[in-house]
């Protein structure tokens, strides 16, 4: 860092004069604008021949406004014959320096107004993500959000996770993982973590942070077939008040944010909770002419609009955490509870925002759970004709009421409330083959010739090869 004994005599009378302070990255100082009392810097440019301190302010109008050079270095011989033999570097070297000034001036400018524009700051997110990875922009809107909700989780008692899911690699996944991986509070990017793992990662994150990292957790369906106790840590995870896991040597701790990531969907009923605490991405291949940019043509530009808006989205967190504790967002009527409980940060979030962004959040939220809900209602039917081949066995027919008490028996599976009204209704679905009669409940008799009403191995020999797919 640069010492301000070292500064040539005019730099020296600006610093001590006018409150400077040092910059711990770039070679200068930040000053308050002695004409009109706003944010200004004070920076060494390099050039081949010389060194130039220069001085300007962010107020447009300001007689200080634009670079004026204040002090002159001059350079030693030998010093100049190195420059002049790398001209490219040291102007390059340059350029990077200025760009970091601007960028870290803008911010301070920011946070000198006690009436910052939070909904160009979440434009900003959303912009980001959109250039990057092929997404709607209501899955944009929703991820701004949830960024944002990272900053502020002290304020909330319950967080959602982001599900991305693709049926294929190689769509999208990784790309959104990564951007987040340079907004949100306190990130943590895992692959194959074991139960343990998680709950100390929490423990220690509160401990030295205060809040839990935001865990960014890919091939999410792969972990859960070999370590099918992790399903707890994030089921409790999502919920502050009283999610802890108990565990032989203590409680511990399991409420984060999360974004996870994984082929195919989360099926099945020992999956439906998790679901349930999601927004789901469906990530798809982009045509030619849909493709984003590629992030790593781009990383320094990323990283360093990335330092801004995450020193913005600090500062938010700091001056509204009060507000935000104390917000009880309006909620759309078409959300369950669990999609009330996930949603409320997010639109406490999006009122505090302001401008278009409340009705942009509902909307937004509003379409994706509705779009899950009915692709939920397409996966449970495709399980449930499944769950009735391995209730059947190699029964060739089965009593409707044997069949319900035997779902309802499964408790990996949604079917503790099943009744054979609603089996029938959903099996109606179905056809037993193409152009064939639907799967509805058949009269039967026992070997004692009594009546009784239930269905027949043959109606779902069809069904479940066409749909064995289906169910990953």
């Known amino acids: 860092m640069v010492d301000p004994r070292d500064f040539p005599e005019e730099v020296n009378k600006l610093f001590n004069k006018h409150k400077g302070t040092l910059s711990n990255t770039y070679e200068g100082f930040f000053f308050e604008c002695p004409e009109c009392k706003g944010p200004a810097i004070c920076r060494l440019e390099q050039t081949v021949t010389d060194n130039c301190w220069l001085t300007h302010c962010e107020t447009t109008g300001c007689k200080l406004h634009g670079e004026q050079e204040i002090a002159v270095v001059e350079l030693e011989i030998e010093e100049q014959a190195v420059r002049k033999q790398n001209p490219q570097r040291y102007h390059r070297e340059r350029d990077e320096t200025i760009a970091g000034f601007e960028s870290m001036l803008r911010v301070a400018a920011e946070i000198a107004r006690p009436d910052t524009d939070y909904t160009k700051l979440l434009d900003r997110i959303v ?8 997404v709607g922009r209501e899955e944009a809107v929703i991820t701004a959000l949830w960024i944002t909700h990272t900053w502020c989780l002290p304020a909330s008692n319950h967080t959602p996770y982001i599900y991305l899911r693709s049926a294929l690699p190689s769509e999208g996944k ?4 990564e951007i987040a991986s340079y907004l949100v509070a306190r990130p943590l990017p895992i692959h194959d973590p074991t139960p343990a793992a998680i709950a100390h990662r929490v423990t220690r994150s509160i401990m030295m942070h205060g809040e839990a990292p935001t865990f960014l957790w890919d091939e999410i369906d792969t972990v859960f077939e070999r370590r099918s106790e992790l399903r707890e840590y994030v089921n409790m995870g999502h919920q502050r008040d009283g999610s802890v896991v108990l565990r032989v040597y203590g409680d511990y701790a399991v409420y984060s944010p999360k974004m996870l990531a994984g082929l195919t969907n989360l099926t099945g009923g020992r999956m439906a909770t998790i679901r349930s605490r999601a927004f789901r991405f469906d990530m798809l291949e982009p045509l030619e002419a849909e493709r984003p940019l590629n ?13 801004e808006i995450t020193l913005l989205l600090n500062v938010m967190a700091e001056r509204h955490m009060e507000y935000l ?8 009527n078409d959300l369950d509870m669990r999609g009330r409980d996930i949603s409320r940060p997010l639109f406490a979030i999006a009122d505090l925002v302001g401008g278009d962004w409340p009705d942009k959040a509902r909307n937004a939220i509003s379409a994706i759970r509705h779009r899950m809900n009915q692709n939920e209602m397409a996966e449970e039917k495709v399980l449930l004709l499944f769950d009735i081949r391995a209730v059947m066995g190699i029964k060739q027919e089965i009593p409707t009421a044997l069949l319900v008490e035997r779902l309802r028996e499964r408790t990996d599976s949604p079917w503790s409330q099943i009744t054979p009204r609603k089996l029938a209704i959903m099996l109606h679905d179905f056809s037993e083959h193409p152009g064939g009669p639907r799967i509805t409940p058949q009269v039967m008799r026992d070997h004692k010739g009594k009546q009784y009403r239930g269905y027949r191995r043959s109606q779902f020999r069809d069904p479940w090869k066409r749909y064995r797919g289906r169910l990953k």
């Open 127 to 134: 912009d980001m993500i959109r250039a990057y990875v092929f």
């Open 174 to 177: 990784s790309v959104m993982m």
């Open 295 to 307: 992030i790593s043509d781009n990383r320094d530009a990323i990283l360093r609009e990335a330092g």
């Open 325 to 332: 504790k104390q917000s009880r967002p309006v909620m759309p």
